[in-house]
């Protein structure tokens, strides 16, 4: 299996090298060359197995020769051993025939566990059999954050730099990420958005001399690991609902368009998925792109779902590049449009789109009575990003007959103040995290600004050669 880059100018590389490298040389996203195919029976075995077998058989195929199967079967367990929950990514009912994917049950209490805890396990074990070291550098609106400081914390042979919207975040996300003392892991609030940092992390990447130097790795998705990890779930889900003998759909609250990705990665790895519904906040980029086909900025607003404060969506990339016949050329064109403001998706494209994905939206407001109406008719208590999932779940549904799942991407108690202001309900963390409040933080204020970031991440990291 071989990996190509969206904007078709840099080297192809394997899973490692991918893996390790993140963002291309060109400024592009990994994918792979083709989408390996599961057969109906081959998905239908994977009913009543244990997650972490899931996640060997269906990632296997991407990995070419970078672990023996012993080498992966071991990441897997490693990862997922300490999840609060035996089945990891547990189905919860919601109605007669609506679902809600629990993925928080990881050290962090969001998605972002799945592949970060994954992905640290196999950082370690490849730099360890190469004697390298690398500099991490990551932006969070949040989650991936707090994920990525406890995949690594302790790791010598990186040092992590994690870049977050100062004061954008929630106080638990905050503390998950300043609260560490281990020496190789750094947050920094940066005077900006999370499109900010995003675009910081990216010009780190795409200055290739600092990128050399600092040798750089990224765990954000716009490394091709965290998306393959995310893919699991899909299937696990779906064969307990009846795949492949009947076709499911999802709804997946959507920022950064990750996981939304990871679900079309399923589908086309023969998974019968019917429908993948985006859900957005009124960060509804993506939503406004699919019912007008403009793919426009119209500046980053914030909500009580801020982890999908986002505007320039990393993977919409990856699903622009499928959808103008992996063109490299093209894909750069628009993203060069994108910097100057939007651009309009051509008519194949625009239908190829809608063909395969459907969107909804949901404010603040609608958030909110959301959160109220599932406690009120289930006793559950979702978090804001799950909630703005249900609401699009909800909308968008159709047929009764086909099960939808919507992914319930965070713990409530990591946005306490929104879902108390929702349902009367101060949702409480889990005692193993009791201790957040009391700990000391360690962060550094950074200015929106390449250069000041660069330099504070030079004097403070270990790989530079
Ligand atoms: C809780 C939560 N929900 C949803 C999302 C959106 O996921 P993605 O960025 O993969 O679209 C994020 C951030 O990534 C998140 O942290
Ligand atoms: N919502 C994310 C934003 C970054 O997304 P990623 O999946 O590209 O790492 C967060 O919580 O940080």
Same mark, same amino acid.
Do not use: N
């Given at each position: 299996m071989r990996y190509v880059s969206t904007r078709g100018a840099a080297p192809t590389l394997s899973f490692e090298e991918a893996m390790l490298s993140g963002l291309a040389r060109d400024g592009g996203l990994y994918v792979p060359e083709t989408w390996p195919r599961m057969a109906p029976d081959a998905i239908a075995a994977l009913a009543g197995l244990p997650? &972490? &077998?899931v996640a060997r058989r269906v990632m296997t195929p991407f990995l070419g020769d970078a672990f023996? !199967? =012993? &080498?992966? #079967?071991a990441i897997v367990n490693r990862a997922y051993a300490g999840f609060g929950h035996a089945a990891r990514a547990p189905l #919860? $009912? @919601? =109605? !007669?025939n609506d679902w809600v994917l629990e993925l928080h049950h990881g050290p962090t209490l969001a998605f972002k566990d799945f592949a970060m805890q994954l992905i640290g396990q196999m950082f370690e074990l490849s730099l360890g059999r190469s004697g390298g070291r690398v500099t991490i550098v990551g932006a969070t609106s949040g989650d991936t954050g707090s994920a990525a400081i406890e995949a690594f914390r302790g790791l010598d042979a990186a040092d992590v730099f994690i870049l977050y919207p100062h004061g954008r975040v929630s106080e638990v996300q905050r503390r998950q990420m300043t609260t560490p003392q281990e020496a190789n892991v750094h947050a920094i609030a940066v005077e900006g958005d999370f499109d900010a940092c995003q675009a910081l992390v990216k010009a780190m990447f795409n200055d290739l001399d600092f990128r050399d130097r600092m040798k750089l790795a990224a765990v954000n998705s716009i490394n091709w690991a965290r998306i393959l990890a995310q893919v699991v779930y899909y299937f696990s889900s779906a064969v307990a609902l009846g795949a492949p003998s009947r076709s499911i759909m999802y709804t997946v609250p959507t920022g950064n368009f990750g996981d939304v990705f990871a679900g079309h990665v399923a589908r086309a790895m023969g998974l019968p998925i019917e429908r993948l519904v985006i859900a957005t906040n009124a960060n509804d980029i993506l939503h406004r792109t699919l019912e007008t086909g403009r793919h426009d900025r119209a500046g980053v607003q914030a909500t009580t779902s801020p982890s999908m404060d986002i505007e320039v969506s990393s993977n919409f990339e990856r699903l622009l590049f499928e959808l103008y016949g992996c063109d490299g050329a093209a894909t750069s064109q628009l993203m060069a449009e994108l910097k100057g403001g939007g651009f @309009?998706?051509? $008519?194949?494209a625009l239908a190829a789109l809608r063909e395969g994905f459907a969107s909804g939206r949901a404010d603040v407001a609608e958030t909110a009575a959301e959160i109220a109406r599932v406690r009120e008719t289930t006793g559950m208590i979702v978090d804001p990003h799950t909630a703005v999932g249900l609401v699009a779940a909800r909308t968008r549904r159709g047929d009764r007959a086909t099960p939808m799942v919507t992914l319930g991407t965070a713990h409530a108690a990591k946005f306490p103040d929104a879902v108390e202001a929702a349902c009367g309900v101060?949702? !409480?963390l889990p005692p193993r995290m009791c201790g957040l409040y009391d700990r000391a933080e360690r962060v550094t204020v950074a200015p929106d600004n390449l250069m000041a970031v660069q330099t504070l991440i030079a004097e403070r990291s270990r790989a530079a050669g």
């Open positions: 997650y &972490e &077998e023996t !199967a =012993d &080498e992966f #079967a #919860a $009912q @919601v =109605d !007669a @309009v998706l051509r $008519q194949g101060r949702p !409480a």
